[in-house]
């Protein structure tokens, strides 16, 4: 094998030249420097070598302008281009030029180096073709062949098990993209292709930063593709090497995938394949996940056959490896196993076999981090629970009925008036990441509490009433607030809570500062001795209780599990005096009403009935029946309305003292006052009506005759 190697830096071209010796002994390399000759010209032979091995930067020339020319030339071999990391635009440039390949310089090492080569010089060094080369040989064959309207597919740079990757680009532009094609033997798969479309499909419906777009999809001849973004900055594999990550940067890259985890779980979509190969970076950091081969949509029927295990063995979910039904917690489960090998550089389990690796899973205690990473081990332990009902949360305070805090807290950049507010927050509340959701409390501004928290630094939530009390129509977020005096550090504001009442359904919203429960140890230098416990679940309470009287006695069986019940029972304990009181003003309310009505009817029947004269010397007269009604009724009337009129205005009055006993109703109900009313002037239409009516019947002689 003989090889011209163009290049301006003695060291790579030494590099290069140990690593080609290393595999081919008897090779013969020839260095040609760009900083001393200029292009090789037609007087310059060409044909005698096997392969050029050309780099992008010369010194003082384009790498790709003499790739153009060289590639003119009849007598070119194979050209090798060696590219920057990261900048795959000239990858593809490079390939259009007619390079036959190219490697990432900063990235080159000896088994890619040899790889390209091989592929590159198959015919003329190779007697026998390994199993490898001829696929890769295939890949190359087939890529030249596929036609993509407006795409131009490059050079094959990945084989999996269901495709095989293509670097592509547009044809009007030199943008970098993916091109995805199908394995033969998954194309005559019928339940294959129904997973590679689903896959489409529920890509194309996630429409997040946080997932790989799909630029389109489509058939040539037998061949079943997709085009998608091309992501510059790698994979997560290549971003670990083997080697652990900083805390901060393992921390922000696990809050990212949280971020695209929420996305497609919140489209009902189980990725099931969580693993540092499927997760990319673009060119700004950003990552994404890609290969939804094996995703599953919640909500759609399961094209896994019962007992078919799915998955990567390294990151599957106890559940995965028995081959269970599964929910969107076991991309949780593969995320905490994630982090694991982010922060330690390991992996979590090992083992001679997939299946051993995969078993470890089920019965293997993941093993604890390293001491320095002590802060990190309850969130991973949180991540691999998988508790038996939807949720399980702790906090300190329970609404609503909690006795007033009253604490000074120092509030950043605020100096309180003469008349107040003053820096003082009527309720402390400590929770851990997920209480609030449990109890459906939202936020309205900025972000929840968030596992990746517990490690990072201090965080605070406040309700709407502190807001609207310290920072009025400015936006709390970014500032701070310091609990408990100077030797507590500064904390920063990241989320405003809703409004919940805590010292009573009765009670003025009070300001309410939030704490998350697993950072105050470390931040705060204390904890909380007695905590609620906060279980998210759609099982009645009677049907657990057991289970939790097990799991807490299993920690300790002096500890005492106190008033289990449901929130509900809480709210209701909540009111039950006021209810009462409310119940007893309502019988004596109705007592009232009835009492009215009765007295009401009572008196202005009697005046009608000694009306019984007037009403005999009007009929005698000769005044109609109905004429004779209408009168007695309307004065009847304004009797009844003087009354009622009185009556609102008093009990308008006296509101205040009613609106503390009433709850989802206000004191001035629209509905409450013109039923009461209406009552009142039916008593009265019916008691002028009756006896008038009487009157009306009798012979008007016989009236006056009595008289």
Same mark, same amino acid.
């Given at each position: ?24 002994? %008897? ?45 003119? *030339? ?35 090492? *000896? ?52 495709? *095989? ?235 609503? %009925? ?19 507010? $003053? ?22 501004d900025g972000r929840s509490f968030e596992l990746t928290d517990e490690a990072g630094g201090p965080v605070v939530l406040i309700n709407q009433t502190m807001a609207k009390t310290f920072w009025k129509n400015e936006s ?15 904390? /920063? ?12 359904? %009765?009670?003025?919203?009070? /300001? ?9 140890? *470390? ?64 019988? $004596? ?119």
């Amino acid at each position: 094998m003989r090889i011209l190697l163009i290049d301006d830096d003695e060291d790579l071209r030494n590099l290069v030249s140990r690593y080609i010796r290393g595999h081919w002994p %008897d090779a013969q390399i020839d260095g040609y420097d760009p900083l001393e000759r200029d292009m090789p010209s037609a007087a310059f032979p060409l044909r005698p070598y096997d392969v050029i091995v050309l780099d992008y930067m010369l010194g003082r020339g384009d790498g790709l302008e003499w790739l153009k020319a060289l590639k003119q *030339r009849d007598d070119c071999p194979k050209i090798l281009f060696l590219t920057g990391a990261g900048n795959e635009i000239i990858a593809v440039r490079a390939m259009k030029a007619g390079a036959d390949d190219y490697q990432r310089k900063q990235e080159l090492t *000896r088994e890619k180096l040899i790889t390209s080569l091989r592929d590159l010089t198959a015919t003329a060094v190779e007697r026998t073709v390994s199993p490898d080369l001829a696929a890769r040989m295939e890949g190359h064959s087939l890529g030249a062949k596929l036609r993509i309207p407006g795409i131009t597919v490059l050079h094959l740079i990945g084989e999996g098990g269901t495709a *095989r990757v293509y670097l592509a680009s547009r044809e009007d532009d030199d943008e970098p993209l993916v091109v995805k094609i199908l394995r033969q033997e998954i194309v005559l798969n019928r339940k294959a292709m129904e997973r590679f479309m689903e896959e489409y499909t529920m890509v194309e419906r996630i429409q997040s930063r946080h997932v790989a777009r799909i630029l389109g999809h489509g058939k040539h001849e037998n061949n079943i593709y997709l085009v998608m973004e091309f992501f510059e900055g790698g994979d997560l594999a290549k971003r670990l090497g083997a080697k652990a990550m900083p805390p901060g940067e393992a921390l922000q890259l696990f809050r990212e995938l949280m971020f695209a985890l929420g996305d497609i779980h919140e489209k009902g979509i189980l990725h099931r394949d969580l693993k540092p190969q499927n997760l990319m970076f673009r060119r700004d950091g950003t990552l994404a996940i890609v290969d939804f081969g094996i995703a599953k949509n919640i909500a759609a029927a399961d094209r896994t056959g019962a007992g078919e295990v799915l998955g990567t063995p390294r990151y599957m979910s106890p559940e995965q490896v028995q081959g269970r039904a599964l929910d969107l917690r076991t991309d949780i489960y593969s995320a905490g196993v994630l982090l694991y090998q982010m922060l330690t550089g390991k992996h979590m389990f090992d083992g001679e076999t997939a299946m051993e690796v995969a078993m470890h899973h089920l019965n293997t205690q993941a093993p604890p981090l390293p001491a320095h990473l002590e802060p990190y081990q309850r969130l991973l332990e949180k991540l691999r629970a998988v508790p038996g009902v939807q949720g399980a949360s702790a906090m300190s305070g329970l609404p609503p %009925d909690r006795p007033l805090n009253a604490n000074d807290t120092d509030i950043g950049n605020y100096t309180a008036p003469p008349e107040g507010p $003053f820096e003082n927050v009527d309720y402390y509340q400590a929770v851990t990441v997920g209480s609030l959701e449990a109890l459906g409390v939202p936020i309205v501004d900025g972000r929840s509490f968030e596992l990746t928290d517990e490690a990072g630094g201090p965080v605070v939530l406040i309700n709407q009433t502190m807001a609207k009390t310290f920072w009025k129509n400015e936006s709390p977020i970014g500032h701070r607030v310091r609990p408990g005096g100077p030797n507590t550090p500064w904390m /920063t504001i990241v989320g405003v809570v809703r409004d919940v009442k805590q010292g009573g359904l %009765d009670a003025k919203t009070g /300001t309410e500062l939030f704490f998350n429960l697993e950072q105050l140890p *470390r931040v705060g230098g204390f904890a909380y001795s007695q905590m609620n416990i906060v279980l998210k679940t759609t099982l009645p309470v009677a049907s657990i209780s057991s289970q939790v009287q097990r799991k807490v006695a299993s920690m300790d069986p002096a500890l005492p599990v106190i008033k289990l019940q449901t929130m509900d029972d809480v709210f209701s304990e909540s009111t039950a005096r006021p209810r009462f009181l409310a119940q007893l003003l309502g019988g $004596f309310a109705l007592l009232a009403l009835v009492l009215a009505a009765v007295g009401t009817y009572g008196i202005l029947s009697y005046l009608v009935t000694e009306r019984r004269r007037e009403i005999g010397i009007r009929m005698a007269l000769g005044a109609n029946r109905g004429s004779v009604l209408g009168m007695v009724m309307g004065q009847g009337l304004i009797l009844a309305v003087a009354g009622v009129v009185i009556g609102v205005l008093g009990a308008l009055g006296v509101n205040r003292v009613m609106s503390t006993l009433l709850f989802g109703i206000e004191p001035t109900d629209p509905a409450t006052i013109a039923g009461v009313v209406g009552a009142i002037a039916g008593v009265a239409l019916l008691a002028c009506y009756v006896p008038a009516r009487r009157a009306t019947l009798v012979d008007p002689m016989l009236v006056l005759r009595d008289e």
